[in-house]
């Protein structure tokens, strides 16, 4: 059995899988900002998991990541800075524990169930952007600390990071609604645009051969896809073509799933 636990700005879900990757059982709680307090509930809800003997397990944290020494940098709602966050939890869970930004997991997740393809970026959004290349199913390290929501383009006759106008947070101040309550078909191709002139950069860069979006706006992709894909179309070029766009299969999940994912491919059946 492996440890999954996704680290949000607003909530925590915890998750036993099994050596397939099928969750057996899970629990959420709201996401302490005080680290301690954290900690402490965290402790309860593994204890209550059935299983006590687990081979590994995965941490997503929606904050920069310091992977020699298993540290949680800083970045992100929770204010959280230089927090041992690897050793603290494996003292909780009794077992190794592998650890990660959560956008690159949910990423590595998706990535997993499109093995077809060798280059994947997902873009979550939902308050924020946050974005993981995934090439041959594994963590990009030459972009795994990049931080596509915070690009500056140029919007509205200035410079402004991308997640500031393009993200679930800019839609609910510049609408009043959040992406679930839209209908107008004016305001999606507004929020279309948005979405495609950070998406074109990323694509120009990486160069992925699919793009997977998740988070709150991404699961609504089916009101917006269209008028995305025109969007992106007009920016296309010989050297910058536009790989498909999929909705992530697992969103609510695909943290959880990707602890499962790096926690197996890191210490396996043998840990």
């Known amino acids: 059995m492996y440890l999954g636990i996704d680290i949000g700005g607003t909530k925590t879900i915890v998750a036993s899988l099994d050596d397939n990757g099928v969750i057996t059982e899970k629990y959420r709680f709201p996401t302490p900002q005080a680290y301690d307090a954290f900690l402490g509930i965290l402790a309860e809800f593994v204890?209550?998991?059935?299983?006590?003997?687990?081979?590994?397990?995965?941490?997503?944290?929606?904050?920069?990541?310091?992977?020699?020494?298993?540290?949680?940098?800083?970045?992100?709602?929770?204010?959280?800075?230089?927090?041992?966050?690897?050793?603290?939890?494996?003292?909780?869970?009794?077992?190794?524990?592998?650890?990660?930004?959560?956008?690159?997991?949910?990423?590595?997740?998706?990535?997993?169930?499109?093995?077809?393809?060798?280059?994947?970026?997902?873009?979550?959004?939902?308050?924020?952007?946050?974005?993981?290349?995934?090439?041959d199913q594994r963590i990009d390290p030459s972009m795994a600390d990049s931080e596509g929501g915070e690009m500056l383009l140029e919007h509205g006759g200035k410079l402004q990071q991308w997640q500031d106008f393009a993200s679930g947070q800019a839609i609910v101040r510049r609408f009043g609604k959040r992406a679930s309550e839209i209908t107008d078909k004016k305001t999606w191709q507004i929020i279309a645009h948005d979405i495609a002139l950070?998406?074109?950069?990323?694509?120009?860069?990486m160069q992925p051969e699919i793009?997977?979006?998740?988070?709150?706006?991404?699961?609504?992709?089916?009101?917006?896809?269209?008028?995305?894909?025109?969007?992106?179309?007009?920016?296309e070029n010989p050297l910058v073509t536009i790989p498909p766009i999929q909705e992530a299969a697992r969103p609510e999940l695909a943290v959880v799933y990707g602890c499962y994912d790096l926690a197996k491919s890191v210490y396996g059946k043998s840990a």
């Open 198 to 205: 950070g998406l074109i950069d990323l694509i120009a860069l």
């Open 47 to 135: 204890d209550k998991l059935t299983t006590k003997n687990f081979i590994a397990g995965g941490i997503g944290v929606p904050t920069k990541i310091d992977r020699v020494h298993g540290v949680a940098i800083a970045g992100g709602r929770l204010k959280w800075r230089n927090i041992p966050i690897q050793d603290d939890v494996q003292k909780i869970a009794h077992c190794p524990i592998a650890i990660d930004n959560d956008a690159n997991l949910a990423g590595l997740s998706e990535a997993m169930l499109l093995k077809q393809y060798q280059k994947v970026l997902y873009v979550t959004i939902s308050t924020g952007i946050g974005t993981g290349f995934i090439v």
């Open 211 to 235: 793009i997977v979006l998740g988070g709150g706006v991404g699961a609504h992709y089916d009101k917006f896809k269209e008028y995305l894909q025109q969007s992106l179309t007009d920016y």
